[in-house]
């Protein structure tokens, strides 16, 4: 039953990604272009979405699919880690015109040179595994 609820909720999310066309690869190059609002729409929605429900959270216990507490916990800002994560995620996406999540959308959509792109997201997330305590954090 968790499983089906979770194929759900991906569904659900390939659905909304291809009718706002956040999976196309023009949508993305026009917004690294400055040619569009489209995608700073979407990405703001998405900002904006996610602050009420951090707030949410945080304004009252919340239990997650396992039924453990979620709970925030503070850590010191590291600038120095964001400016290197977030160049190396921007890069990426520049680079192949899709950010993680719609990868598995354009799969699905039978894209299968997109394949390439998910195999070297792995060998990154693989990567950072091996190198994390080397890393800025």
Known sequence: MRLLRFSLVGVLFGIVMTKSEAISWYRIQEMFRFDSFHMYGI??????????????????????????????????????????GG?????????TGACPGPLYVLFGHG????????????????CYGVLKSKLPH
């Open 43 to 84: 990405i703001g929605v998405a900002v904006i979405s996610g602050v009420v429900i951090h707030l949410l959270f945080k304004s009252k216990p919340v239990f997650g699919a396992d039924g453990e507490l979620i709970s925030f916990k503070d850590k010191p800002q590291t600038y120095k880690a964001s400016i290197l």
């Open 111 to 126: 894209n299968l040179v997109i394949l390439a792109v998910i195999l070297s997201a792995m060998f990154g997330a693989f």
């Open 87 to 95: 160049t190396l995620f921007g890069l990426g996406w520049a680079m």
